[in-house]
């Protein structure tokens, strides 16, 4: 079946230090990969996606690339900010034309970042 | 991509009562999604609701305890029953549209059972 592992948190970094969070999935097929933040007391917002091999996806200084070959998505950001302090899930998705697919997601990882 | 207005946004219940959570959309939709996030954890699918169909419960979910309704295609209601402190969770609806590859959740109804 379909399943997603993210590193385990929760992450602590100093505000502006270089920021990975690691994401291997296993699916059949060809996926859509996302990844989600949850900041403290809302919802799940969409940070940014890909839909196929070497995508890559970007938003707000986070980028993630697709990587078939090694069934990865990994998010990175250059430099982080206290503002960033959220948990991150990683998600994917069949790409199905005739209806929408529902998400599989990863356990989440929690980051903090200090000023 | 869609909006959703999801209430209540949180609620304090006794054990043994009923909850239902409701789901409007701004844009008519196929599919609608519930999630179940308990404390700590990561997001799980309860049910996918179609509209004027029954709606398809995950394993280890189950109508009884978490009815669904669809009447149409911009809202739709879970109903949390009989509950207990370990239903204590924030229960998410979401929207995805036949092709998109992007999902929209709403802001979450944070239960706590007492």
């Known amino acids: 079946g379909n399943s997603v592992t993210q590193m385990e948190g929760p992450v602590t970094l100093s505000e502006e230090a270089f920021l990975t969070i690691n994401c291997t999935y296993t699916?059949?097929?060809?996926?859509?990969l996302f990844w989600y933040v949850q900041y403290p007391g809302e919802g799940l917002q969409l940070l940014l996606k890909a839909t196929k091999a070497d995508d890559k996806g970007s938003n707000k200084g986070f980028e993630a690339t697709y990587r078939k070959e090694t069934t990865s998505f990994h998010l990175e950001k250059g430099s982080v900010q206290v503002s960033d302090s959220a948990v991150y899930f990683c998600?994917?998705?069949?790409?199905?034309?005739?209806?929408?697919?529902?998400?599989?997601f990863g356990q989440g990882t929690r980051l903090t970042i200090n000023p | 991509s869609a909006v959703i207005s999801q209430k209540p946004s949180r609620d304090i219940c006794q054990r043994g009562t009923s909850l239902t959570i409701q789901c409007q959309v701004d844009s008519q939709v196929t599919m609608m999604f519930w999630y179940r996030q308990q404390p700590g954890q990561s997001l799980t699918l309860i049910a996918t609701a179609n509209q004027g169909s029954e709606a398809t419960y995950e394993s280890g979910f189950v109508i009884d305890k978490f009815p669904i309704s669809r009447p149409n295609l911009t809202f739709s209601t879970l109903t949390v029953s009989n509950m207990s402190p370990e239903d204590s969770s924030i229960y998410l609806c979401?929207?995805?549209?036949?092709?998109?590859?992007?999902?929209?959740f709403g802001s979450g109804t944070r239960l706590t059972v007492v």
């Open positions: 998600a994917l998705s069949k790409i199905q034309v005739q209806g929408a697919q529902k998400l599989v």
């Open positions: 979401s929207v995805g549209r036949p092709g998109n590859y992007g999902y929209t």
């Open positions: 699916a059949t097929g060809y996926p859509s």
